[in-house]
């Protein structure tokens, strides 16, 4: 199978049934927990037949922006993905927009695709105001810098490597859960100075 503009990808289990948060394994609802419960990585199967040149090849595993398991349709009384293209093998289709970090193979370093890449950001310890009654101590996150974790060429040619703060845009970042670590995915744009 080949889709004329889109990627066809295999997603095993879209859905987890549950979730580690430090030491403890947590059953979770895919129709309320969502963003953490979904199954971000895939395999290309195919590429698309017309469009712009790529640099992935068929086999590269990719992390994707999950709404593509989301967005749902009702056939005949069930609840399907309308990106679904093959229930059987797990086949869904996604545009390359969708695509945020690819790699190779398992032994190669996750890149950002195109112009996306993912950041963390910097935390600083909250205020805390004495008083009767305190709370315990808090980290807030530092408004608009970030370090890089998984940088795209463009800014790699730009000098920014993996590891190095950045200053983006305090507005964007979509949270994506990947390592058992909170990260930002955000696109080359969102990046003001390095």
């Known amino acids: 199978m080949k889709g004329i503009s889109h990627f066809i990808i295999e997603v095993k289990n879209p859905f987890k049934d549950t979730i580690s948060v430090g030491a403890v394994e ?8 969502r963003d953490r419960a979904s199954n971000r990585f895939g395999t290309i ?7 712009d040149e790529t640099i992935l090849k068929e086999g590269y595993e990719i992390i994707f922006d ?55 950001f910097i935390k600083e310890e909250a ?8 709370g315990p101590a808090t980290e807030k996150n530092v408004k608009g ?21 950045i200053f983006i845009n305090p507005s964007c970042g979509i949270p994506f859960f990947f390592k058992n670590e909170t990260m930002y995915w955000i696109r080359s744009k969102d990046v003001l100075a390095v």
Do not use: C
């Open 145 to 165: 810098k970030a370090i890089v974790k998984y940088n795209n060429d463009f800014l790699a040619e730009q000098g920014v490597v993996n590891g190095q703060e």
């Open 26 to 33: 947590l059953f979770v609802d895919k129709k309320i927990s």
């Open 127 to 134: 205020q805390v105001v004495s008083g009767i009654i305190t």
């Open 45 to 51: 199967v195919s590429l698309p037949a017309f469009g």
């Open 66 to 120: 999950a709404t593509i398991l989301y967005q749902q349709i009702y056939k005949e009384g069930v609840q399907e993905s309308i990106h679904l293209v093959n229930a059987a093998k797990s086949w869904y289709k996604t545009e390359s927009d969708m695509i945020i970090l690819y790699r190779e193979n398992e032994n190669s370093e996750w890149k950002g695709y195109n112009n996306n890449l993912m950041v963390s």
